[in-house]
């Protein structure tokens, strides 16, 4: 079984790897690498499997228009290695890094990925709290709260980190955050 810890010094070129090969382009793996140089790389785990890495979860500041008495994380990118998906390493960096995300203190954690993937973990359309984000992305743009009342107010705009910019977008201009995510949409929910 593989082991959910957090990222250290030494991991990177793997973490990169696995981007590599979980993703069609090296973008995601370049949006790690710039949020991990740029201190935004707030939680970062990995899967390992003995001396490998298996799969990598990150969470990113969030800004918020406008300015709301609250803090989120942005989920992404998410990747795990072809031959250990489907047996529940994504789940278990998504349930680790939302448990360290409720202890880092934040009240909520957004998504833009695959709704049928996401609403598993108890991610619920952002829309059905009146938030917004930057890219469009419909239901693929999805909030899990952390905390009760501490979603920012109705109206809200979400935005992720400036280094998503690098991502490929699509019609739905969203970026995609996790290999699930990456038939919906392709720009936020590889957040």
Not at 50 to 57: A, N
Not at 60 to 81: D, K, Q, R
Not at 89 to 114: H, M, P, T, Y
């Amino acid at each position: 079984m593989e082991l959910i810890r957090p990222v250290q010094t030494g991991d990177a070129a793997a973490v990169r790897q696995v981007h590599l090969t979980a993703f069609p382009t090296v973008a995601e793996a370049d949006v790690v690498e710039r949020l991990r140089g740029n201190g935004k790389a707030v939680i970062e785990l990995v899967a390992s499997d003995g001396d490998s890495v298996v799969g990598h979860i990150v969470f990113s500041p969030i800004a918020l228009e406008p300015l709301a008495g609250t803090v989120g994380l942005g989920l992404g990118p998410l990747a795990v290695m072809p031959d250990h998906e489907k047996h529940g390493v994504g789940r278990r960096l998504i349930q680790n890094g939302l448990a360290a995300c409720r202890e880092w203190g934040a009240g909520f954690v957004v998504v833009l990925g695959d709704p049928p993937y996401y609403t598993r973990f108890g991610f619920e359309p952002a829309a059905k709290h009146d938030l917004r984000s930057e890219y469009g992305a419909g239901d693929a743009f999805m909030v899990f709260k952390l905390e009760s009342g501490a979603l920012p107010p109705p109206g809200t705009l979400v935005k992720y980190a400036p280094e998503f910019s690098i991502l490929p977008s699509t019609p739905a201009t969203a970026p995609a955050v996790s290999r699930k995510a990456r038939r919906p949409a392709r720009r936020p929910d590889r957040l």
